[in-house]
């Protein structure tokens, strides 16, 4: 953990020393005390080196001077740490309000989806209108749902001009072999990208059997981690986050030759699990624009998917409940 981030843990206590450093904040980000603060530095230091340069000087000079100069570099380093404090403030406003607008929109759009979902199943009922109920599921079925929220994702973290970023769905099906036995597999349902071209992957299915490998793409650890093949350094967590080339290579396997994996700056991904705790879908973001546009430690990582990303994949996990009892309905 950095400097930055114990203080800033620090000020969320409630005591003397929280609320001390919290009054220092305000303090040095107010509006008047920078320029205040060097205008009087400068001209304490002007005077000082006036009768420092005499041909007798004061002793006291000097060292009022020595003094006065560490001050005044030390009061800077305060404003530096503040203003940066604060521009990060700023930017987590800008993610937070973005994100509530796109989380609005798409609410209201699911909602209405619903809505005309809802009537389509009762007209199946009573009518027996199979096509009806056909064409609306196509309209505002699980995957729309998903693609509409990558898009929404997408579009807040572009505020920052990031356009190498793809979010993507990974979902949890169940399969039949040849022999009439079931097997487990997750395949991508829903994407955004700068193009929103189809990934080369997108219809790929991607196998959870047996133990985690080192070829294993990223999202099948995650996934097989939750399937009974934990490790000790793929634990099944609620918010996954790379940061740095080297870290994204250590965990890894490009899927393809010449995968764009091998140029991702930032990784975040989140399960969105069932009422018994049990991954049925992973959303993805990865970044390869900028080292540090999804936050510039792991701590900010994670609070962006704590404060951004969460509400999201609560639409997701209602939305995956929605899909099953409208099957049970129909």
């Not at 990934?199 to 133990?211: K, L």
């Not at 900028?290 to 990303?309: D, F, S, Y």
């Amino acid at each position: 953990m950095s400097i930055r981030d114990k203080v800033r843990e620090r000020a969320g206590k409630e005591d003397v020393v929280g609320h001390l450093i919290k009054a220092t904040y305000h303090l040095f980000t107010h509006p008047y005390i920078q320029p205040v603060t060097a205008l009087l530095a400068t001209t304490g230091m002007s005077v000082l080196t006036n009768l420092i340069t005499n041909d007798d000087p004061p002793p006291s000079a000097i060292a009022w001077f020595i003094v006065l100069a560490v001050v005044f570099v030390l009061a800077q380093t305060a404003f530096i740490f503040a203003n940066t404090h604060s521009k990060r403030k700023i930017s987590d406003n800008m993610w937070f309000q973005s994100a509530l607008n796109g989380q609005a929109t798409t609410n209201i759009s699911i909602a209405r989806d619903t809505a005309d979902l809802l009537n389509d199943v009762i007209e199946h009922k009573t009518k027996g209108s199979r096509v009806a109920i056909d064409t609306a599921k196509r309209m505002a079925g699980l995957q729309i749902i998903g693609l509409k929220l990558c898009e929404s994702i997408y579009n807040v973290i572009q505020q920052f001009e990031a356009p190498q970023t793809r979010v993507t769905i990974f979902q949890l099906f169940q399969g039949y072999k040849q022999d009439g036995t079931t097997y487990i597999f997750t395949k991508m349902m829903a994407y955004h990208n700068v193009e929103n071209s189809r990934p080369r992957t997108f219809a790929t299915e991607f196998r959870i059997e047996g133990a985690i490998k080192d070829t294993d793409p990223y999202h099948v650890k995650i996934f097989k981690s939750y399937n009974g093949a934990e490790t000790e350094k793929y634990q099944h967590r609620t918010i996954y986050c790379l940061k740095g080339k080297s870290e994204i290579k250590e965990h890894f396997a490009p899927i393809l030759s010449n995968s764009r994996e091998c140029n991702i700056e930032q990784y975040i991904g989140v399960p969105v699990r069932n009422n018994n705790g049990e991954i049925v879908m992973l959303l993805q973001i990865d970044t390869s624009d900028k080292p540090n546009i999804l936050g510039n430690t792991q701590k900010e990582m994670e609070e962006l998917v704590q404060n951004i990303l969460f509400p999201y994949t609560e639409i997701l996990r209602v939305s995956f409940y929605r899909e099953r009892l409208l099957e049970e309905l129909m």
